[in-house]
T-cell receptor, first 114, second 112 residues
Framework: AQSVAQPEDQVNVAEGNPLTVKCTYS??????LFWYVQYPNRGLQFLLK??????LVKGSYGFEAEFNKSQTSFHLKKPSALVSDSALYFC????????????FGAGTRLFVKA | SQTIHQWPATLVQPVGSPLSLECTVE??????LYWYRQAAGRGLQLLFY??????ISSEVPQNLSASRPQDRQFILSSKKLLLSDSGFYLC???????????FGQGTRLTVV
């Protein structure tokens, strides 16, 4: 069965410092990998995805993610955090062999302090 | 460009009342459509998905049902709401040429 783990309920970081939000997955084969962000009482916004190729993927708002096949991880990163980055972040996977369902992690709340 | 509309934004309903949440997508044809529920501002639970008109797959047994009467319309329903149906409901779509899904703004349902 497919699953996604986000081991941290919450990540705290000071503005201007680098941030990392962790994600590991368990999916047979080679999945598509995604990161989404959610602001309070809003839908999810797509940030970035990994399909194939370069293990470092760049996305919206200065975010990037590093795919590591051997560790089955897809950690979200940003070199310099902003207070406005404070939100709920979701990692997600979808089986690329005809899978219709996108499976989401439990979410990690990011707090960036000024 | 494609857009997704979900309404209403908020809803307060008494226990035992019916429910109908609607989601429509514009600017695409034959999308895959999804209903998710998010409890307590955390993880998303996939409730239903549809790959075509009249085709509904249910992920979890529950008090809800879904229908797809038109290509770009997806409806979430209940005949009698329970307190446990409260939550944040999200509709999403994915085009056949897309890898990622795109979400509506959600409906906050409170059953009282």
């Amino acid at each position: 069965a497919q699953s996604v783990a986000q081991p941290e309920d919450q990540v705290n970081v000071a503005e201007g410092n680098p941030l990392t939000v962790k994600c590991t997955y368990s999916v047979s084969g080679n999945p598509y990998l995604f990161w989404y962000v959610q602001y309070p009482n809003r839908g999810l916004q797509f940030l970035l995805k990994y399909i194939t190729g370069d293990n470092l993927v760049k996305g919206s708002y200065g975010f990037e993610a590093e795919f590591n096949k051997s560790q089955t991880s897809f950690h979200l990163k940003k070199p310099s955090a902003l207070v406005s980055d404070s939100a709920l972040y979701f990692c997600a996977v979808r089986d690329r062999t005809g899978g219709f369902k996108t499976i989401f992690g439990a979410g990690t709340r990011l707090f960036v302090k000024a | 460009s494609q857009t997704i509309h979900q309404w209403p934004a908020t809803l307060v309903q008494p226990v035992g009342s019916p429910l109908s949440l609607e989601c429509t997508v514009e600017g695409t044809s034959n999308p895959n459509l999804y209903w998710y529920r998010q409890a307590a501002g955390r993880g998303l639970q996939l409730l239903f998905y549809s790959v075509g008109i009249g085709q509904i797959s249910s992920e979890v047994p529950q008090n809800l049902s879904a229908s797809r009467p038109q290509d770009r319309q997806f409806i979430l329903s209940s005949k009698k709401l329970l307190l446990s149906d409260s939550g944040f409901y999200l509709c999403a779509w994915r085009g056949t040429g897309n890898t990622e899904a795109f979400f509506g703004q959600g409906t906050r349902l409170t059953v009282v």
